[in-house]
């Protein structure tokens, strides 16, 4: 019954490795994010999709590629991982542009590189 | 462009005491306002919103905020406070009729409930 969930929980891995991380939600919602919270639990949106469609693309690097197959999943590829992308990174979905849709988080990727 | 301020880092406070978080936003539109809490290890879940209407608001778990337009603050109070309440409170805002999901988060309060 998880509403968002992500995959993996925790990953582990060395600098310059490429890692994906997996976001689904079965609330039937149009829009999806990825947000990235800091080791000072600053949270920042990086991007969202909605109905497969790139919509907000914040200043992040290339080696982050969002890819949406179908407007239940987001899934986030990072390329050539550095010791800076340690963070735990939230999936969240909402009812579109709806204005009284609130977001509804995954339980984050804590993603820690050495 | 929206900012948020969240004045306190963290809050220490017994339990069944009253709390306030206290939240500031800087915008040069109107704007919809938020709270949402994390538990340990949990991701973010609404705690309540602010669109229009009565300022003030009340949301989930006893929760309640009140809008100030006037001086740009969206504080978090609950009367009495468990052990439970004890997470990390967010205040987010969003631009009038922009995209809720793109929420600017302030940096967070972490709220410890002692015994």
């Known amino acids: 019954d998880t509403a968002v969930s992500q995959t993996p929980k925790y990953l582990v891995t060395q600098m310059g490795n490429d890692k994906s991380i997996k976001c689904e939600q079965n609330l039937g919602h149009d829009t999806m994010y990825w947000y990235k919270q800091d080791s000072k639990k600053f949270l920042k949106i990086m991007f969202s999709?909605?109905?497969?469609?790139?919509?907000i693309n914040e200043t992040v690097p290339n080696r982050f590629s969002p890819k949406s197959p179908d407007k239940a999943h987001l899934n986030l590829h990072i390329n050539s991982l550095e010791l800076g992308d340690s963070a735990v990174y939230f999936c969240a979905s909402s009812q579109g542009e709806v204005d009284n849709s609130p977001l509804h988080f995954g339980n984050g990727t804590r993603l820690t590189v050495t | 462009a929206q900012s948020v301020t969240q004045l306190d880092s963290q809050v220490p406070v017994f339990e069944e005491a009253p709390v306030e978080l206290r939240c500031n936003y800087s915008s040069s539109v109107s704007v919809y306002l938020f709270w949402y809490v994390q538990y340990p290890n949990q991701g973010l879940q609404l705690l309540l919103k602010?669109?229009?209407?009565?300022?003030l608001v009340k949301g989930i778990n006893g929760f309640e905020a009140e809008f100030n337009k006037s001086q740009t603050s969206f504080h978090l109070r609950k009367p009495s406070v468990h052990i439970s309440d004890t997470a990390e409170y967010f205040c987010a805002v969003s631009g009038l009729g922009g995209n809720t999901g793109k929420l600017i988060f302030g940096q967070g309060t972490t709220l410890q409930v002692k015994p």
């Open positions: 602010y669109l229009s209407g009565s300022t």
């Open positions: 999709y909605n109905n497969k469609e790139l919509i």
